[in-house]
């Protein structure tokens, strides 16, 4: 079975741009988190979806959004980026929703220049 | 969520057991305690999740006292590709799927 998938895995961008990353799940799986990554920072929960529903959310600006489709495939988006949006952003799967099971995506490396 | 505390680092050598204790003295009736690996650049892997007593998979055994107020991640007979960032988490899966991560155990292994 395949496992989650990122995409693209590397994104340079300019202050003040947006960007969309997207998260394929492991297939059958309907829940779909994802967090942010820095050195300063660690692994900090973002949102949560769940049959296209944002179940939950972190303490993150309205900049960053998401949204989950038919098929369990989500995206994020963030607007009007800044540098300390520099980050890994890890995308991770589950089967039931509210599991603490989950599979991670390899991530997108997103450099804010 | 129940806090966790783990030790910053360790150092181990290959061949050797390494045991990782988390310590998490408010955890509810309800939490699950579920360790997590991460390699430089890499997403988190889920290694095991336990309730009490003990669990063993493939890679890890993970031991709970009664008490449920710690638990120890053991990784027998480690080798150079352990060495990563091991993560404790404690919660609640009814409460939502926020895993709350907190700065790991960054363990080294030398030959």
Known sequence: KAGVTQTPRYLIKTRGQQVTLSCSPISGHRSVSWYQQTPGQGLQFLFEYFSETQRNKGNFPGR????????????????TLELGDSALYLCASSLPSGSYEQYFGPGTRLTVT | LAKTTQ?????????????????????????????????????????????????????????????????????????????????????????????????????????
């Open chain 2, 7 to 111: 030790p910053i680092s360790m150092d181990s050598y290959e061949g050797q057991e390494v045991n990782i204790t988390c310590s998490h003295n408010n955890i509810a009736t309800n939490d699950y305690i579920t360790w997590y690996q991460q390699f430089p650049s890499q997403g988190p892997r889920f290694i095991i999740q336990g309730y009490k007593t003990k669990v063993t998979n493939e890679v890890a055994s993970l031991f709970i006292p009664a008490d449920r107020k710690s638990s120890t991640l053991s990784l027998p007979r480690v080798s150079l590709s352990d060495t990563a960032v091991y993560y404790c988490l404690v919660g609640d899966s009814q409460a939502g799927t926020a895993l709350i991560f907190g700065k790991g155990t960054t363990l080294s292994v030398s030959s």
């Open chain 1, 64 to 79: 960053f959004s998401g949204r989950q489709f038919s098929n369990s495939r989500s995206e994020m988006n963030v607007s």
